[in-house]
């Protein structure tokens, strides 16, 4: 009986002990990354980490609200999600914490590692504030069938404004198809407003809309609704389109990498290809936005042990991960080293529209989609507003433009 | 000494509501008093500023728009709603076969997610959605409906004529014979418009952008009174519940002594029914207004299509102060916002509780 005790003691004590070395670990992401990031966790980190238990928790609400209540609440998670499009917003809590020393001390990763312009997006005042897990940009997705059922050449690198404009035209089919589906979105038009010319803000700080850049490319980016090519994907009867794409009602869509996983799981035999976006005219600028999602740690992670957490974001960041996440055909990886990958010098559409998507983001004209102190949803907000309207023909790209200059301008001065 | 021990234990089975009254409620509206005087982000040390917050708020065009909105907003639901409820209400108290049927027919769509309906009713009122589409129908057929309208009520009239001429005392609306002459009016249009003598209006695709545009209709904006639409057809099944209840209490003596009064179904519902619904009634349009001039979640859905001044209320300037504009979260002025539309609520049934429909019965 002694034995028994002494042996079921030691037992208890056992347990005990790494049960308390068992740190659990909260990863909080966007719930559409789930099925992923739970493959992921139990394949690289979840039994393979000695003592470290991640939890992933998916939020469904909008992202940069449940980082913004949870962080002054004193209860968000211990890796976030950091999207460049609020980076500078959340930095500006003092509630994130540097990365720069616990990278100075890792064997795994290093400043040098990531591609240098993933890097310097989440530099702030000199400090990184998140590790770029992945990447993206826009590329021109069309559908290869449709051009050749009405005899016009695939959209290529070398289109300009005018001649895409042309191809769309051409390859319209309503109500078959439209040439392409066209949101009033300031994410995919303010890209070819850059390349016009048109700055970020004018000089004098105040919004720049009303310029004749911007008034160009709105002119141009609306005309191809106005005149029936193109329509949105809620004229379509779809939620975005990319959507319109995959069920065949558009021969072009403009998105990203981020198309790619939806048309192999709904549409696996779609014909389609990818090129850059045009240029404004030959020879000329191509604009293009960067998007990018980073993993960062509150000040205060609530595990109590952030070389632990950190430990968690080396493994997510890890080539191991990253190889498996772009072979997957998820992400594109932020690892220089990766750029290398066999992956990408597949020959199937779905390899070949990554590998556009990539090299996209290194051509000139390319800006990292953030909005600094402006605050993204004020800055698009007015731009969506005025497309709107003069792709329903409510008004002139003219008082469209001008409104929205207006009404940024009087969002900053307030 | 009993009465002493009453009150503890009342107070202690009170304790628990009283707990999260105080920390749900007292707490959070202290801190967003506070907070309406200062300069505070969630994150810095917050700053006593006064009344700037207030006064830059009437400065704020939006903030004026969504003022505006949810007061015209307001009145016109709440009105609506409660009529039509009380309609449908009178309707379903009948003794009607199927009874049942359509008491839950009605009430669908208040139980379902107001998330969930608000999203099906965008993709009705699409540019190409259900409802553009039966406007096309009827701007496409509307002679052939005139004529089979036309010649419904000819044969109606003929009918009933005939048969008073032979004696039997029919309604002008008999069931029966509108069947008859429903039948008549639809074969002989369609008959009608098969030869071509009536012929249907060119083919037109309806393209009415009813969410997402700046037109108004005096002065509202459209995708405002789309979301007005939906809001009246979730809500008014709930009110009805409310007027169904009212109505069983209602003796029926007070109706047979209208009969006997030969009074007309009008007058029966002038002066019985109304009067006597009046508790109900307060409630009624006192829920209504609360409910309304707080209307977020349609507001909230639509606004990611809509032109945010098209649909701007008090309620979702508040959330959209904090969280919707992309930068660090204006707490100070959402603050004053969420005060100022606390206020209004309570003025406006405040004013209607005197002005309109109080809750004291009519009989007591």
């Known amino acids: ?414 | 000494m009993r009465r002493r021990s009453d009150w503890v234990s009342a107070f202690i089975f009170l304790l628990p509501l009283l707990f999260t009254l105080a920390i749900a409620f007292l707490y959070a509206f202290v801190r967003t008093v506070y907070f309406s005087f200062t300069d505070y982000n969630l994150f810095k040390v917050s700053q006593f500023v006064g009344f700037k917050n207030y006064l830059t708020l009437f400065k704020d065009s939006y903030f004026v728009l969504g003022l505006v909105h949810s007061l015209v907003y307001a009145a016109i639901v709440t009105a609506t709603q409660t009529f039509l409820a009380l309609l449908l209400a009178v309707v379903v108290n009948q003794r009607i076969r199927g009874l049942t049927f359509f008491r839950a027919a009605y009430y669908v769509p208040s139980i379902a997610s107001s998330v969930a309906i608000t999203t099906i009713f965008i993709w009705l009122v699409n540019r190409r959605g259900t409802v553009n589409w039966l406007l096309g129908l009827l701007v496409r057929y509307w002679p052939l409906m005139v004529t089979a309208l036309i010649i419904t009520a000819l044969t109606q009239t003929i009918q009933v004529l005939w048969e008073r001429r032979h004696g039997l005392p029919v309604k002008a609306w008999d069931p029966v014979l509108l069947l008859i002459s429903l039948l008549v009016g639809s074969v002989t249009a369609t008959i009608l418009g098969r030869i071509g003598l009536i012929r249907p209006n060119p083919k037109v695709e309806v393209l009415i952008p009813w969410l997402t545009t700046r037109q108004t209709f005096l002065g509202i904006p459209l995708p405002l009174i789309s979301i007005m639409i939906l809001n009246i057809w979730t809500t008014t099944p709930t009110m009805m519940i409310l007027f169904l209840a009212g109505l069983q209490d209602i003796p029926r003596e007070l109706y047979e002594v209208a009969d006997i009064d030969g009074a007309t179904p009008w007058q029966k519902l002038r002066y019985v029914t109304v009067p006597a619904l009046r508790p109900v009634m307060f409630l009624v349009i006192t829920l209504g207004l609360i409910g309304t001039i707080q209307m977020f979640d349609q507001a909230a859905i639509t606004a990611g299509i809509a032109p945010l001044e098209s649909v701007i209320t008090l309620a979702y300037y508040v959330y959209w102060a904090v969280f919707g504009a992309g930068t660090l979260p204006k707490v100070g002025m959402a603050s004053a916002a969420a005060l100022v539309l606390a206020t209004l609520t309570l003025v406006v049934v405040l004013l209607q509780r005197k002005f309109g429909f109080s809750e004291k019965g009519w009989y007591s």
């Open chain 1, 1 to 414: 009986m002694r034995k028994f005790l002494l042996v079921f003691g030691l037992f208890a004590v056992a347990t005990l002990g790494i049960a308390q070395e068992t740190v659990t670990i909260r990863l909080a992401g966007y719930s559409g990354d789930t099925p992923l990031m739970q493959d992921v966790l139990s394949r690289f980190v979840n039994g393979v980490i000695p003592g470290v238990q991640v939890v992933w928790e998916p939020i469904t609400e909008d992202y940069l609200a449940f980082v913004l209540r949870t962080l002054s609440a004193g209860t968000a998670p211990d890796i976030i999600y950091i999207d460049l499009y609020w980076a500078k917003t959340v930095v500006e809590t003092g509630l994130i914490q540097p990365l720069d020393e616990f990278m100075a001390a890792s064997p795994v990763i290093s400043r040098d590692d990531l591609i240098p312009v993933l890097a310097d997006a989440f530099t702030f005042e000199g400090k990184l504030y998140a590790i770029s897990k992945d990447f993206n940009s826009l590329v021109i997705f069309y559908n290869k069938d449709m051009f050749d059922a009405m005899g016009v050449p695939y959209p290529s690198a070398d289109d300009t404004w005018a001649t895409f404009l042309d191809k769309i035209a051409r390859v319209s089919n309503p109500p078959e198809w439209y040439g392409a589906s066209i949101n009033p979105d300031a994410a995919r038009f303010l890209p070819f407003a850059f390349a016009a010319g048109m700055p970020f803000l004018k000089e004098d700080g105040m919004a720049p809309f009303d310029l004749p850049a911007a008034k160009i490319a709105a002119d141009w980016y609306t005309a191809f609704n106005r005149a029936g090519i193109a329509a949105t994907s809620a004229d379509i009867g779809v939620g975005w389109p990319g959507a319109a794409f995959i069920a065949e009602k558009a021969a072009v869509c403009i998105e990203g990498g981020w198309l790619i996983p939806p048309i192999r799981n709904e549409n696996p035999t779609l014909n389609f290809g990818a090129t850059f976006l045009p240029k404004v005219w030959q020879g000329g600028p191509r604009g293009n936005y960067l998007f990018t999602v980073g993993y960062g740690m509150p000040v205060k992670p609530p595990s109590g042990r952030p070389d632990l957490v950190f430990k968690v974001i080396e493994v997510l960041t890890s080539p191991e991960v990253q190889e498996y996440i772009l072979e997957s055909g998820h992400a594109i990886p932020s690892r220089k080293a990766l750029l290398d990958s066999p992956f990408f010098q597949q020959s199937d559409p779905f390899a070949l529209a990554t590998k556009t998507v990539f090299e996209a983001t290194g051509l000139p004209g390319t800006v990292p989609f953030t909005f600094g102190d402006v605050g993204g949803s004020n800055y698009m907000g007015v731009v969506n507003e005025a497309l709107t309207l003069i792709m329903q023909g409510e008004a002139s790209v003219d008082e469209a433009m001008d409104e929205a200059a207006a009404k940024l301008n009087e969002k900053l001065g307030g």
